[in-house]
Nanobody, 123 residues
Framework: QVQLVESGGGLVQAGGSLRLSCAAS????????MGWFRQAPGKERESVAT???????YYAESVKGRFTISRENAVNTVYLQMNSLKPEESSIYYC?????????????????WGQGTQVTVSS
């Protein structure tokens, strides 16, 4: 089993920044792709960014140039640096473990999920 714990969410003004962290425990994630997703009330969960073990990265078009995903395999942690945040990006942000390598934006291809961390961007 793998446990994922997100942290770093909170309340920020529009244009501000937050850095999310996702710490994994249990079986190592070092050879698997990890992803950040978000879900706003009444909306479907959507991919924000994913990173493969080899360092390939995918970003949703809406966050390119503002968000940066990274991983530190030695400490089983994946990060999401979010800059220039917008009110419409207020959501619960989740990290997920795909259990295979290779980036994917598909929610149903991820096996383990964290509980999520709330990000609220005020206007």
């Amino acid at each position: 089993q793998v446990q994922l714990v997100e942290s770093g969410g909170g309340l920020v003004q529009a244009g501000g920044s937050l850095r999310l962290s996702c710490a994994a425990s249990g079986r190592t994630f070092s050879r698997y792709a990890m992803g950040w997703f978000r879900q706003a009330p009444g909306k479907e969960r959507e991919s924000v960014a994913t990173i493969s073990w080899y360092g390939s990265i995918y970003y949703a078009e809406s966050v390119k140039g503002r968000f940066t995903i990274s991983r530190e395999n030695a400490v089983n942690t994946v990060y999401l640096q979010m800059n220039s945040l917008k009110p419409e990006e207020s959501s619960i942000y989740y990290c997920a473990d795909r259990r295979v390598d290779g980036c994917s934006r598909k929610v149903n291809e991820y096996v383990y999920w964290g509980q999520g961390t709330q990000v609220t961007v005020s206007s």
